[in-house]
């Protein structure tokens, strides 16, 4: 599958700050949430059409201990 992430900017980015309901999903306190925008009218209609429904993110990161 082609990569959709050059027309998705990352909009919003929150921790839970209490247990939550969004639709169906029950969200648990302290919790990342991320919001996305979808900068193409095809992608976004694939999203509302259930066509894509998920979305994996891959990162690299460098723990460093606190003293």
């Known amino acids: 599958a082609a990569s959709v ?5 990352a909009s919003e980015s929150w921790v839970a700050p209490i247990d939550m309901q ?4 029950t969200i ?13 009218d095809t992608i976004w209609s694939m999203v509302q059409d259930d066509i894509l429904t998920g979305l994996s993110i891959f ?4 723990r460093t201990p606190i003293e």
């Open 5 to 9: 992430a050059r027309f998705l900017n």
């Open 22 to 25: 969004i639709g169906e999903h």
């Open 28 to 40: 648990a306190k302290g919790s990342w949430m991320l919001g996305w925008t979808i900068k193409n």
């Open 59 to 62: 990162g690299v990161g460098k």
